[in-house]
């Protein structure tokens, strides 16, 4: 492939992971992860409550992995309320999963940064062939796309298995008790995913300028080695 095509792929992956990398500084600081309603079940058995007079007795929210929103509701009108993970709700959620989400998805943003050099770097530069060149882009988009797959794993893990949102809805409600109903991931969440899969999609762009795969050029050049040592 000619240079100048080469250049201009580069430059377009280089482009694709700065704009993941700035979505996902925005994803990491807006509460907009989740979006979920959940029901005052006491209120509710209180009144017997069904159809459309449980609208009353339905509150919602949505956070991020830093802070969040809601209103509750239990007939007797709306309460909105506020929160923050840190240090407000350390004794109800899963701390090491949650901090755990966080970590990996700094590493993302950072190792899709370097990304973002090392791609210009190989366009316009002279890289060397161990880092800066195709097995350092194929390492760093497979390292990136792990951090943004486990970034959606623990955080679908600590929301569904170990019900996140109910647990916000309940914590210091010593009254009333709450009850999930429905839950969905929203604009943040799937900017992690587009990132996930724009480094997947780098790794093919890679191999799109001619450049194999490492373990494929491994083998290769085992296969050769082995020649060479027969014919000697």
Excluded at 94 to 99: A, E, L, Q
């Amino acid at each position: 492939m000619p240079n100048q095509q080469k250049k201009v792929i580069f430059c377009m992956a280089g482009v694709l992971s700065f704009a993941c990398a700035l979505g996902g500084v925005t994803a990491l600081g807006t509460p907009l992860w989740i979006k979920a309603t959940f029901l005052c079940k006491t209120g509710a058995l209180l009144v017997n409550a069904s159809g459309q007079e449980l609208d009353k007795f339905t509150g919602e929210m949505q956070y991020g992995l830093f802070h969040g929103e809601g209103m509750r509701q239990c007939g007797l009108g709306a309460r909105p309320f506020r929160f923050s993970f840190f240090p407000d709700l350390l004794k109800a959620i899963p701390v090491s999963i949650h901090v755990n989400v966080i970590l990996f998805s700094m590493i993302l943003i950072v190792l899709t940064m370097v990304g973002t050099a090392f791609f210009m770097y190989n366009a316009f530069g002279k890289p060397f062939e161990a880092l800066h060149g195709p097995p350092g882009l194929y390492l760093l988009s497979f390292i990136s796309g792990s951090c943004g797959c486990l970034v959606m794993i623990l955080f679908a893990s600590e929301v569904k298995i170990h019900h996140l949102s109910e647990k916000i809805a309940n914590y210091k409600e010593g009254t009333y008790a709450y009850k999930t109903q429905s839950e969905k991931y929203t604009t943040s969440f799937w900017v992690v995913f587009i990132c996930f899969f724009v480094h997947f999609l780098n790794g093919l762009l890679i191999r799109l300028a001619g450049f194999q795969f490492p373990f494929a050029k491994s083998k290769d050049t085992e296969t050769t080695n082995v020649a060479a040592d027969l014919m000697y």
